[in-house]
């Protein structure tokens, strides 16, 4: 069902925790499958420097989290919002059809912290758009990795 490589990004995600002081957090989730993915991001000279994430959802959701911040690090901010779901998925070898918004999630979260950077910078990303405001069912603290 799920490839060699969604399998390893799940057993041993890379990039999990949290930056204190990140210049981008983006926070989304899905409150259908109960996933939220936030991302956070240390962007130096236009470059993003360092990424992390905290995911609290299924190992789908856990590894395209992690392939995501894998895709951005060391990426110009340009690059990094081309990022999207489909690129995560092929590089992840694929997702079932059942899990793609998984990927659709960490795409946005990643654009999230992307607004939230340029935001904070009073700044325009050419090509990002505002993220859709959504409530958040829970939210991620220590306890939900």
């Not at 420097?49 to 590894?63: L, N, Q, W, Y």
Request: with cysteine; aromatic share 4%; hydrophobic share 40%.
């Amino acid at each position: 069902m799920y490839t060699e490589k969604v399998m390893d990004h799940f057993s041993n995600p890379r990039n999990m925790g949290e930056i204190e002081n990140a210049d981008g957090v983006g926070t989304v989730g899905n409150a259908k499958c109960g996933d939220i993915m936030r991302i956070y991001l240390k962007i130096e000279k236009g470059i993003v420097e360092d990424v992390k994430f905290k995911t609290f959802g299924c190992g789908a959701a856990i590894a395209t989290s992690s392939m995501a911040t894998e895709l951005v690090k060391g990426k110009t901010v340009q690059e990094a919002l081309h990022v999207t779901n489909k690129a995560v998925m092929e590089a992840l070898d694929g997702l079932p059809k059942v899990k793609v918004h998984c990927s659709l999630l960490a795409e946005e979260a990643l654009q999230a912290a992307l607004w939230d950077y340029a935001k904070k910078n009073g700044i325009v990303i050419e090509g990002l758009k505002e993220p859709k405001e959504e409530d958040h069912d829970h939210e991620l603290d220590d306890e939900e990795e």
